[in-house]
């Protein structure tokens, strides 16, 4: 699967909840859904790294979740399994490390280059999370297990 193909992916339904339920306009709301379907690519290939998204994509990520069938649809189409959305919790973060939201910032920006405003970290810079950052950890975990 290409990163084209995954961006070309379309859920109007999701979209129009991005809108409503997060008070954006078309535009931010599109670029919310284009940068939540980039984490969902690095997350689909990572090949076994822990990767966590920005808290704006994660607000995404629990708005598709919502639209089960499409969800669980759309994984299994685009990385042939589903991909869990893991809460952060202290334990967790023990077993897992705090670099899951740096490893998802360099990956993306890898794939796909520069990265838009929603992939900016804690510090409203995406920079220092890639960078030397322990504190941007991501709020949530993405694994196949």
């Not at 589903?82 to 670099?99: C, W």
């Not at 890898?110 to 810079?125: E, I």
Request: proline fraction near 3%.
């Amino acid at each position: 699967m290409t990163p084209a193909e995954v961006l070309a992916y379309e859920n109007p339904d999701l979209l129009e909840r991005i809108m409503e339920k997060e008070s954006m306009t078309e535009e931010q709301a599109r670029s919310l859904y284009r940068d939540l379907l980039q984490f969902l690519y690095v997350a689909g290939t990572g090949g076994g790294k822990v990767f966590s998204p920005t808290a704006a994509i994660d607000t995404a990520w629990h708005h598709f979740i919502l639209f089960t069938h499409d969800y669980a649809d759309f994984c299994q189409r685009y990385f042939g399994r589903f991909i869990h959305h893991v809460p952060k919790t202290k334990r967790r973060l023990h077993l897992v490390g705090d670099g899951s939201l740096r490893n998802a910032i360099q990956t993306a920006r890898a794939v796909f280059g520069p990265l838009g405003q929603n992939w900016t970290g804690k510090h409203g810079d995406g920079e220092s999370c890639v960078t030397d950052c322990t504190q941007c950890g991501g709020h949530t975990n993405c694994q196949d297990k």
